[in-house]
């Protein structure tokens, strides 16, 4: 089945050691978003690709960043986790068109210890 | 600013009862809405759409109402069930905001038996 995975599901980190999370999809859709949840808060987008054009949201810190080497792969890379950076970390595709649903991967738990 | 939020943060029905959730939004321009079902340690799963030139939209056991007059949108389920229990978030975008979603707060449904 078509479908947005992430791996890994669990990730513990140290205080400020850079931390890789990875997202890849089989539905060929233009777009890529990585999105950030904390515990009972709606999903917070960071950052989304349109094909290989990166758009980030004014509010996202300078410690987040990412990667789209190709279609089907997407990066999000703490370069200094923070205790505050302890989230679900969310990737979702769409096809890029106005009024389309994303559709979400089941997240990646990241901890800093 | 613009924002989509929901009334009420938490729902305790009984199985067997309809549930009804509600989120109010404020961008008058917003033509796409969207409800997503969150079981706890999983991403956010479709549920129902509705553009804003549909007022009902039925699916399976669902129904979401948009009420663009007052800027009110609703996810009705019909005969609750055990499984139904998650968070639910509704989300909106417009042309203006291209592919990106505004997410409202969630609410909790919880159904006991």
């Known amino acids: 089945d078509a479908m947005v995975i992430q791996n890994p599901r669990y990730q513990v980190t140290q205080f400020g050691k850079p931390v890789t999370l990875s997202c890849s999809q089989t539905l060929n859709h233009n777009v890529m978003y990585w999105y950030q949840q904390k515990s009972s808060q709606a999903p917070k987008l960071l950052f989304h690709?349109?094909?290989?054009?990166?758009?980030n949201e004014a509010d996202t810190p300078d410690n987040f960043q990412s990667r789209r080497p190709n279609t089907s792969f997407c990066f999000l890379d703490i370069r200094s986790p923070g205790l505050g950076d302890a989230a679900m970390y969310l990737c979702?595709?769409?096809?890029?068109?106005?009024?389309?649903?994303?559709?979400f991967g089941p997240g990646t738990r990241l901890t800093v210890l | 600013g613009e924002s989509v939020g929901l009334h009420l943060p938490t729902l305790s029905v009984q199985e067997g009862d309809n549930s009804i959730i509600n989120c109010a939004y404020s961008?008058?321009?917003?033509?796409?809405f969207i409800w997503y079902k969150q079981e706890s340690g999983k991403g956010p799963q479709f549920i129902i759409d509705?553009?804003?030139?549909?007022d009902k939209r039925q699916g399976q056991r669902v129904t979401v109402l948009l009420n663009k007059t007052v800027k009110h949108l609703s996810l009705q389920i019909a005969a609750t069930q055990p499984g139904d229990s998650a968070v639910y978030f509704c989300a909106e975008n417009s042309l203006s905001s291209g592919y990106a979603l505004n997410f409202g707060k969630g609410t909790s449904l919880l159904v006991t038996p």
């Open positions: 690709y349109y094909d290989k054009d990166f758009n």
């Open positions: 961008n008058s321009a917003s033509d796409y």
């Open positions: 509705i553009r804003s030139n549909m």
């Open positions: 979702a595709t769409s096809t890029g068109q106005a009024g389309n649903e994303q559709f």
